[in-house]
């Protein structure tokens, strides 16, 4: 059971490049959350989704685009990079609003 | 996340218990709870607290609530090495879909 995958794990963007990560989840959530952690600041929400086809924006969405064509897909999306989306991005999904949520290991991104 | 604070830092010993404090500060919060995160890898959710409840108990995992001083712990018994990692406290406002994260305590066991 691979739960919630990230890919990729580690990229190297320069300034101004575009890249989509990849989040799936076999577990049949509905739920699916973009996060990124930056040190001292915790983990801060990007974008949400609460079912396929549905979107939304969380605390920190400038700079970025998701998509949800299929339930078990994720995506975030860099359209233009900048050096301040270097950070550690995590992908989680959960079943229901309240139940656990299951986080990916994580995707290392640095922009120059 | 402003709203849910928590220190950077925590060091033990061995078999010592470890009491790791968040502060929140929106009255509303539904659902609170601690995640743990070891080097290299997600958040694993530890535990969690419903608003109504003082306290929750689960193997060497205390959790403390004090909805009127908004204060929030998590006490490890006989802390081992392998507790060494981040812990984050988190909190559910309401019927709010996402949660709002602290800053993570580091916690450390020494031999």
């Known amino acids: 059971n691979a739960g919630v995958t990230q890919t990729p794990k580690f990229r190297v963007l320069k300034t101004g490049q575009s890249m989509t990560l990849l989040c799936a989840q076999d577990?049949?959530?509905?739920?699916m959350y973009w996060y990124r952690q930056d040190p001292g600041m915790g983990l801060r929400l990007i974008h949400y989704?609460?079912?396929?086809?549905?979107?939304a924006k969380g605390e920190v969405p400038d700079g970025y685009n998701v998509s949800r064509l299929k339930k078990q897909n994720f995506l975030l999306g860099l359209e233009s990079a900048a050096p301040s989306q270097t950070s550690v991005y995590f992908c989680?999904?959960?079943?229901?609003?309240?139940?656990?949520?299951?986080f990916g290991q994580g995707t290392r991104l640095t922009v120059v | 996340g402003e709203d849910v604070e928590q220190s950077l830092f925590l060091s033990v010993r061995e078999g010592d218990s470890s009491v790791i404090n968040c502060t929140y500060t929106?009255?509303?919060?539904?659902?609170l709870y601690w995640y743990k995160q070891e080097p290299g890898a997600g958040l694993q959710l530890l535990t969690y607290?419903?608003?109504?409840?003082d306290m929750k108990q689960d193997q060497r995992l205390t959790v403390l609530l004090n909805k009127k001083d908004k204060h929030l712990s998590l006490r490890i018994a006989d802390t081992q090495t392998g507790d060494s990692a981040i812990y984050f406290c988190?909190?559910?406002?309401?019927?709010?879909?996402?949660?709002?994260f602290g800053s993570g305590t580091q916690l450390t066991v020494l031999p």
């Open positions: 989680a999904s959960s079943h229901q609003l309240n139940t656990e949520a299951f």
């Open positions: 577990m049949n959530h509905e739920y």
């Open positions: 989704s609460v079912g396929e086809g549905t979107t």
């Open positions: 929106d009255s509303s919060s539904t659902y």
């Open positions: 607290i419903f608003s109504n409840m």
């Open positions: 988190a909190e559910r406002k309401g019927s709010a879909r996402q949660l709002t």
